[in-house]
Every structure is written in structure tokens, then in C-alpha cells.
T-cell receptor, first 114, second 112 residues
Framework: NAGVMQNPRHLVRRRGQEARLRCSPMKGHSHVYWYRQLPEEGLKFMVYLQKENIIDESGMPKERFSAEFPKEGPSILRIQQVVRGDSAAYFC????????????FGQGTRLTVV | GENVEQHPSTLSVQEGDSAVIKCTYSDSASNYFPWYKQELGKGPQLIIDIRSNVGEKKDQRIAVTLNKTAKHFSLHITETQPEDSAVYFCAVGSNSGYALNFGKGTSLLVTP
């Protein structure tokens, strides 16, 4: 959905660098999901955030990955010390309310770790 | 956690024919069932959804049916067109959790 803005669309990082992925939800939406998609696979849940709150991070790797959704500004997914296995498409989706309402996805950020 | 199985993984139909994609789920508390279409290089787009208090929902050429007892739901596309070619994902949501759990996708090819 054009209303959910993710940037950058493509990101190349060397092993050991940090990756920061940004997501601006649709206007009026205060909840976001982050999902990871590996080639020819489905979408894997990572984290569900409300503004200033992490509601469910059960899908996040325990190390190197973090997410935030500040009161002002976009939601950020941060990957520290990237490894080749982090290469994937990362999608954010925004929701107007709590989970189990319509979720609208952005175009994704394709991270390549070289 | 929720286990969502989607079949078939690939489907090829001729233009004008119907296409049916099926998903099963395991959590009886699941109550929200959206379908997404993903074109190459793009994000998933919500095309239709259904809630557990409804058995069928239709939007033009697209319909979704839900069988709560059997824990399965299906996407039906009638009068398929080449523009329907894409990967389709089913998903399941539940009030007992926050995540939408996705199937692995069906790659649909509509040949003219």
C-alpha cells in the first residue's frame, strides 16, 4: 500500500556493519508489524509495536536485532553486526488499531549483506 | 504456536478458468483470515479477509470461504486474467496473540 513508506528500498551492508530500516505507517495508524521474507518463503513475524511500546517481540532473534516506534518519527528496525544470513526482504505493515485488524504492507527493504 | 499450511505451492491455470487456493490452521482460537497478493518486487497487498463469524465473503471475482469446524479456508478467483499472476499468501490471526501467521504462499500463473 502506497501509504506505508519504507526506506531505503535497497540496502547493501558489509558483514559486521549496522543496518537501519525505517517504516512510516499510514496516517492515523499507531501500530506496526515487522516481518522478514527469505527468497521463495513466506513472511515470518518479527515484532509488533505500538507507539512507544513493544507489544510482542517473540519473533525477533535474541541478539543483534532491535525495534522501536517512537512517539514522533518512523518505526526503526535495527540490525547490528550484520551477517550473510540477515540478507532478506524486510516488510513493515501498519494497522489502525490492535492486531487482527487490516494490516497494510509497505514495499519492503531488501537487505543484502556482502 | 499457530501452524498455517497452504496448498498448492504452485498453480497454473488458463485465462478464464477458476483458481482455488486452500489453507489450514491449527489454533481453534483463530478468528481473522486475510489473503494477500504479492507481485514481484512489491509488498503484499491485502485483497480480501474474513472473520470467524462469517462463512463466506465475496468481492467481484474473488471469494473466500471459511470452515471453522475443519479449520480451513480457501481463496477462489473466478474468470482469471493474466494480471492475477502473482504469489498469494493466506494468513491467520487470533485474539490469543498479536502476530499474523502466514502460509508459505502459492505462485499462481495465468496463461493467456
Amino acid at each position: 500500500n502506497a501509504g506505508v513508506m519504507q526506506n531505503p528500498r535497497h540496502l547493501v551492508r558489509r558483514r559486521g556493519q549496522e543496518a537501519r530500516l525505517r517504516c512510516s505507517p499510514m496516517k492515523g495508524h499507531s501500530h506496526v508489524y515487522w516481518y522478514r521474507q527469505l527468497p521463495e518463503e513466506g513472511l515470518k513475524f518479527m515484532v509488533y509495536l505500538q507507539k512507544e511500546n513493544i507489544i510482542d517481540e517473540s519473533g525477533m532473534p535474541k541478539e543483534r536485532f532491535s525495534a522501536e516506534f517512537p512517539k514522533e518519527g518512523p518505526s526503526i528496525l535495527r540490525i547490528q553486526q550484520v551477517v550473510r544470513g540477515d540478507s532478506a526482504a524486510y516488510f513493515c505493515a501498519s494497522l489502525s488499531g490492535r492486531a487482527n485488524t487490516e494490516a497494510f504492507f509497505g514495499q519492503g527493504t531488501r537487505l543484502t549483506v556482502v | 504456536g499457530e501452524n498455517v499450511e497452504q496448498h498448492p505451492s504452485t498453480l497454473s491455470v488458463q485465462e478464464g478458468d477458476s483458481a482455488v487456493i486452500k489453507c489450514t490452521y491449527s489454533d481453534s482460537a483463530s478468528n481473522y483470515f486475510p489473503w494477500y497478493k504479492q507481485e514481484l518486487g512489491k509488498g503484499p497487498q491485502l485483497i480480501i479477509d474474513i472473520r470467524s463469524n462469517v462463512g463466506e465473503k465475496k468481492d467481484q471475482r474473488i471469494a473466500v470461504t471459511l470452515n471453522k469446524t475443519a479449520k480451513h479456508f480457501s481463496l477462489h478467483i473466478t474468470e482469471t486474467q493474466p494480471e492475477d499472476s502473482a504469489v498469494y499468501f493466506c494468513a491467520v490471526g487470533s485474539n490469543s496473540g498479536y502476530a499474523l501467521n502466514f502460509g508459505k504462499g502459492t505462485s499462481l500463473l495465468v496463461t493467456p
